[in-house]
């Protein structure tokens, strides 16, 4: 009983959450109403298409106990079928263009892919490599972009935070 | 004129007409004019039966038709229930057979269009209405072996199709001639006891009859009808002779023949005998049980649609032992009530199984008829191609599962109600063996529902794993037609089963559990209706789907999209990748090692240079039938010694057979005078 009323007492003690970041500079109408129409929930689908395992670490902080985006209405969910949000790692390789294909088109719409890491941007240190098939825009339609070899989880939950608006 | 009477006669003109027809009429118009009597015939034993249950009585005296002894015939309302019955899945299987035997020419199957099966199909129908009409020992005997002659002839009726056919064949012979054997040893006994064979003298004079002679003449039929009836250990020659015999013929057998034996053990045990010890009926309790278990295991990984179902017949059999058993119990204890309701819950679920049952079986022959095979691996998404088999046979696997909405359900629960009432009955074995005969029911019903989730789910759902069930198609019209008899009944008694209550009342006081106890159970079984009615279940049910329908529509936002299949970005999904039959029971087969041994081979072959390196793996599983393999092979293999060791006896010499002659002789004189 005591614990309960020291709990009611209390209260949150938690810093206040800092101010949502804006989508940015460049960014079209299209984006800003299918965020809108996400309404502050995003479930996540991460997508390896060829990465080197550091960017999925990364990931795995930006849900972790201390940076936590879950806080801000991001949730990894373990099918396309139930996600909003297509977290794409690494260079397409030629052997998962085919099913990022198939896990866009399995998404619900409205959906939004964010390429994380320069290997997804760009191609990284892969680039040109024999199995590399391109990057994540010539395969699906890129939204958000998170620079970084490998991007720290700080700016993960920023790019989920945009897309929550939260 | 007695409807009663009238609808025999009936059954019985059609039965001759249908014969003539099969011997004389041409090829073309053989199938439709033989179907269209028998069913007739089916009918007319179905209104006979029901005339009996609203109260007509029936007897006869034909003395001319059997030397000696005269044809006895009665109907009363528990011969009634029988009769209703197997009129009705006569009548459902032939206006099926109109469809099946026309066609059955092909994949392969010797054509069913010709005389021998044609002849036999009314003969074996006539023999269904037949028995539970017999009211004299010689009637009875004479009846039950032109059904089993009958149907064994059915059984092998496509001998040419595989050897597993004429196996199944003989082993039918054996154990229903055995059967029989016990059957005329006990019943011939019982008459010579009680001094005539009519069975309105045998049940007068019963009371003065020894416990000895009727404990012994009871065990005996309890072999003869209880191998009928595919009673635990004695149901080895069911799961074989079921699914060899063609499909209407199979359903004939599941659902109307193993049902006589039920009848003869209540005519005998609880009407003739007059309910006798506690012991028998125990007896009849444990053995129901252990085959109702034992039977829904088996069926549960079976890979064979049809031994699937024929298993499936053991298990719900044995449910109606138990009720039998536990009505016997109860009537020895004193409790009337709850043996009229337990013996009601028996004959409730024998006319639930027979329906579904019947149109189980006659979907397994639709598929049969479709693809060629009845291997449950081998099939697969039939519901695209057949929905309307599909449909019906799901309705009848709700009913065998024995949940609410199904066939099976009324009749179950009220089983189990029963028992659960009777644990106020004393009597430290009773005590003991109740539990578990609810447990048994229990368990089974929870098996029921994983054998025919596998049936249905593995044999018609998801994608064809083969192409001969790829190119299936829907069967004739006249299979259908029969098909949505059998699901007519079924659905009468999954959504208004209250309607045969009184008719059950009648046909439990005619069992021998008159009185008070039994005017106060017809009451309650009258009530049936309003105290279970699985219509709210299934209205409620109904209504909720379409409430969510609707709620769908008017939450979802946006157009519909349609996108392929998620397949985990692993390329496009294949029947490889799909549950079979074999993988569905697996656990199942697990859990259950110990009961089951089932036999499993696994065999790997590595390249000669290096023994990491596997050229091929061959695997492959059976599930032997573990009380043929422990009780009827040593027996078999006694049997076999003795027949060889007994072999020196007869060498040939006349003169010594004259010696045999001349002994025995001597030997019997030497008796009759100690006798004397």
């Known amino acids: 009983m005591n614990l309960l009323r020291k709990i009611r007492s209390v209260g949150r003690v938690a810093e206040p959450a800092p101010a949502p970041p804006a989508l940015g500079p460049g960014v079209d109408g299209d984006l800003a109403a299918r965020v809108r129409a996400l309404r502050g929930s995003a479930q996540v689908r991460c997508v390896d298409a060829g990465s080197c395992n550091g960017c999925e670490i990364e990931i795995g902080q930006a849900f972790s106990p201390v940076y936590d985006a879950e806080r801000y209405g991001a949730r990894v969910v373990a099918s396309p079928r139930h996600a909003d949000v297509l977290l794409v790692t690494g260079p397409v390789t ?27 941007i760009d ?34 939950v920023e790019a989920l935070r945009k897309v929550t608006g939260r | 004129m007695n409807p009663v009477a009238l609808g025999l006669a009936v059954a019985s003109a059609a039965g001759a007409l249908a014969v003539a027809a099969a011997l004389l009429a041409p090829a073309r118009v053989r199938v439709a004019l033989v179907g269209v009597l028998t069913a007739v015939l089916g009918a007319a034993g179905m209104a006979a039966g029901g005339a009996a249950l609203a109260g007509h009585i ?31 899945v006569v009548l459902a299987a032939s206006v099926y057979g109109i469809g099946y035997f026309r066609h059955s020419g092909h994949n392969g199957h010797s054509g069913g ?71 005329l040893i006990g019943l011939v006994w019982l008459a010579s006891a009680a001094r005539t064979e009519t069975f309105a003298g045998i049940a007068a004079a019963a009371p003065g009859i020894s416990p000895v002679v009727r404990g012994g003449v009871f065990v005996l039929v309890l ?66 049980s252990l085959s109702a278990v034992y039977g829904i295991l088996q069926a549960s990984v079976a890979n064979d649609l049809k031994r699937l179902l024929a298993y499936s017949t053991v298990e719900n059999l044995g449910l109606i032992l138990v009720g039998v058993g536990a009505a016997g119990v109860f009537k020895d204890s004193g409790f009337p009530v709850l043996a009229a309701l337990a013996l009601a819950a028996a004959l409730l679920h024998t006319m639930t199984h027979a329906a579904f049952k019947t149109l189980l079986f006659l979907g397994a022959g639709s598929v049969l008829h479709a693809t060629g095979t009845r291997d449950l691996d081998d099939l697969g998404g039939l519901r695209a191609r ?8 799901a309705l009848g696997a709700l009913g065998a599962a024995a949940l609410p909405g199904g066939a099976g359900f009324p009749s179950e629960w009220l089983l189990l109600q029963s028992l659960i009432h009777g644990l106020v009955v004393p009597g430290v074995t009773v005590v003991v063996l109740l539990p578990v005969a609810v447990g048994a029911i229990a368990l089974s019903a929870g098996l029921a529902v994983a054998a025919f989730v596998k049936a249905l789910g593995t044999g018609f759902l998801a994608k064809s794993r083969t192409p001969a069930a790829e190119h299936a198609h829907e069967p004739p019209p006249a299979m259908l037609a029969g098909m949505g008899l059998a699901a007519l009944a079924c659905a009468g008694f999954a959504l208004v089963p209250g309607l045969v209550g009184p008719l059950l009342g009648r046909a439990v006081a005619a069992a021998g559990l008159g009185g008070a106890g039994a005017d106060q159970a017809a009451g309650r079984l009258s009530a049936l209706g309003s105290t279970l009615s699985p219509l709210l279940v299934v209205g409620g049910a109904l209504l909720l789907v379409v409430l969510l329908r609707v709620l769908m529509r008017l939450v979802a936002r946006g157009p519909r999209r349609a996108a392929p299949l998620w397949d985990c970005g692993a390329g496009p999904l294949t029947p490889r990748m799909e549950y079979t039959a074999t993988s569905f029971a697996e656990p199942l087969q697990r859990v259950f090692d110990n009961v089951l041994a089932p036999e499993s081979d696994l065999d790997v072959t590595a ?20 009380v043929e393999h422990r009780l ?29 002659g001349f002994a025995s002789v001597i030997v019997l004189l030497l008796v009759l005078a100690a006798a004397q």
């Open chain 2, 607 to 626: 390249y000669t240079e290096s023994a990491y390196l596997v050229e091929r793996v061959a695997y492959s599983r059976a599930v032997p039938d573990r």
């Open chain 2, 386 to 393: 057949m929905p309307v088999t599909t449909g019906l046979f």
């Open chain 2, 113 to 183: 269009n010709g005389r021998a099966i044609q002849v036999l199909w009314p003969v074996f129908a006539f023999s269904l209405v037949l028995v539970p009409a017999a009211a004299s020992v010689s009637t009875l005997l004479v009846a039950w072996e032109l059904m089993a002659v009958s149907s064994l002839l059915l059984v092998v009726s496509e001998h040419r199709r595989s050897a597993q056919v004429r196996s199944a064949g003989v082993w039918y012979a054996v154990m229903t001639h055995l059967g029989l054997v016990t059957i």
């Open chain 1, 123 to 156: 191609g990284g240190v892969f680039a040109g490599g024999y199995g590399v098939q391109g990057v994540v825009a010539d395969v699906v339609p890129v939204d958000l972009h998170v620079p970084g070899c490998p991007p720290e989880p700080a700016a993960i």
């Open chain 2, 58 to 88: 029936f007897t006869a005296h034909v003395s001319q038709l059997l030397p000696l002894a005269g044809v006895y015939l009665a109907v009363d309302a528990l011969s009634g229930v029988f009769l209703s019955v197997g009129g009705a």
């Open chain 2, 632 to 660: 009827y092979t040593p027996v078999i293999g006694a049997v076999r010694r003795a027949g060889t060791a007994s072999r020196a006896l007869a060498n040939g010499s006349v003169h010594r057979y004259l010696g045999y």
């Open chain 1, 94 to 120: 030629r052997n998962m263009a085919g099913p990022l294909r198939d896990t866009y088109a399995a998404a619900s719409d409205p959906k939004i892919v964010v390429a994380v890491g320069d290997c997804a």
């Open chain 2, 223 to 288: 072999a003869g009808f209880g191998s009928k009836a595919g009673m635990v250990p004695l149901h080895a020659w069911l799961p074989r002779a079921h699914p060899e015999a063609p499909s209407p013929a199979s359903a004939l057998m599941s659902a109307a023949m193993v049902n006589l034996g039920v009848y003869g053990l209540v005519r005998v045990g609880l009407d003739l005998l007059g309910g006798g010890s506690r012991w028998w009926w125990l007896l009849v309790l444990l053995l129901g």
